[in-house]
């Protein structure tokens, strides 16, 4: 079965400090690689998708794909309280796939 | 996740009633998933559709489930004779092209049996 593995947390990070979240995938022939913030009661958004080895920034996130270790990264420069939310990671066999969600982690920006 | 329209926000049913969930995709959008949450609990994929096709009903449950995407008017998912456990937030997300995949997500619908 196809698995997507996040540290729960909650990770707690100083304000204007990088947050680092880590997310592991079962699935080799995974293609596609998305990053949701979901705060309590809300509904998640995209912050991030990459489908390439290698990082790929926009603004002070940056997300780290490295297919050979099935691991996929997102950090957070700079972080604000307003971060302060559960990071959901989501991969996909190919591109056309359904996407299969992490637990998330909890991330806690401490002022 | 401006654009996808859930409603209700909020649903309260007691045991045996019927739930229906609409969801109105993005503007140009003609794929929808639908997706189910419990409390500290990850997303749970139910059902993938297109306009009037079920393309993978694979994560919903064989009885009382079933979810529709008609060629005019919103996706639907209904539960029939509801009971406690389906008590959880029920999330559609809709996208242009299949190969891309990238989702955008309603608010969501809160559904509460009692």
């Known amino acids: 079965q196809k698995e997507v593995e996040q540290n729960s947390g909650p990770l707690s990070v100083p304000e204007g400090a990088i947050a680092s979240l880590n997310c592991t995938y079962s699935?080799?022939?995974?293609?596609?690689f998305f990053w949701y913030r979901q705060y309590s009661g809300k509904s998640p958004e995209l912050i991030m998708f990459i489908y390439s080895n290698g990082d790929k920034e926009d603004g002070r996130f940056t997300a780290q794909l490295n297919k050979a270790s099935q691991y996929v990264s997102l950090l957070i420069r700079d972080s604000q309280p307003s971060d302060s939310a559960t990071y959901l990671c989501?991969?996909?066999?190919?591109?056309?796939?359904?996407?299969?969600f992490g637990k998330g982690t909890r991330l806690h920006i401490l002022p | 996740n401006a654009g996808v329209m859930q409603n209700p926000r909020h649903l309260v049913r007691r045991r045996g009633q019927e739930a229906r969930l609409r969801c109105s995709p993005m503007?140009?959008?003609?794929?929808v998933y639908w997706y189910r949450q419990l409390p500290e609990e990850g997303l749970k994929f139910m059902v993938y559709l297109q306009k009037e096709n079920i393309i993978d009903e694979s994560g919903m449950p064989k009885e009382r489930f079933s979810a529709e995407f008609p060629k005019e008017g919103p996706s639907i998912l209904r539960i029939q004779q509801v009971v406690r456990g389906d008590s959880a937030a029920y999330f559609c997300?809709?996208?242009?092209?299949?190969?891309?995949?990238?989702?955008?997500f309603g608010a969501g619908t809160r559904l509460s049996v009692l």
């Open positions: 699935d080799r022939g995974s293609q596609s």
């Open positions: 503007k140009g959008h003609s794929h």
């Open positions: 989501a991969v996909g066999a190919n591109r056309d796939d359904k996407i299969i």
């Open positions: 997300a809709s996208f242009e092209r299949r190969e891309e995949n990238i989702q955008y």
